[in-house]
C-alpha cells in the first residue's frame, strides 16, 4: 500500500486492536499472560470441529444477506447507469 493510498476500516481496526494488545502487554505482562493461557486452553479442550463448525455456520449466515445486499447495489448501479444516457438525448 502506498502511502498516499488511505487505510481501509477494517486495517485501522486490526491495528487498533494489535495497537491495544501491546499496551496492555506492557502494562499488565501477568494478566496478558494468563488470559493467552486462558485462551489456548480453551482451543486445546474444545474440540476442533465445534470452532470450525460455529466459525462456517456464522460467516456463511453473514454472507447471505451480505450479498443479496451486494446484488441489489450493483442492481441499482446498473439501472441507473442505463438511465442516465436516455436522459441527456431527450434534452438535445
Do not use: C, N, W, Y
Request: overall charge neutral.
Amino acid at each position: 500500500m502506498s502511502p498516499d493510498t488511505p487505510a481501509k476500516p477494517l486495517e485501522d481496526f486490526v491495528r487498533d486492536i494489535l495497537h491495544e494488545a501491546e499496551v496492555t502487554l506492557r502494562r499488565e505482562p501477568a494478566k496478558a499472560v494468563a488470559m493467552a493461557f486462558g485462551i489456548g486452553l480453551l482451543f486445546h479442550v474444545l474440540p476442533k470441529r465445534l470452532i470450525v463448525s460455529t466459525a462456517t455456520t456464522t460467516a456463511l449466515t453473514l454472507l447471505k444477506p451480505a450479498l443479496l445486499t451486494f446484488g441489489i447495489v450493483k442492481a441499482a448501479e446498473l439501472v441507473l447507469s442505463q438511465s442516465k444516457p436516455e436522459a441527456h438525448s431527450s434534452h438535445e
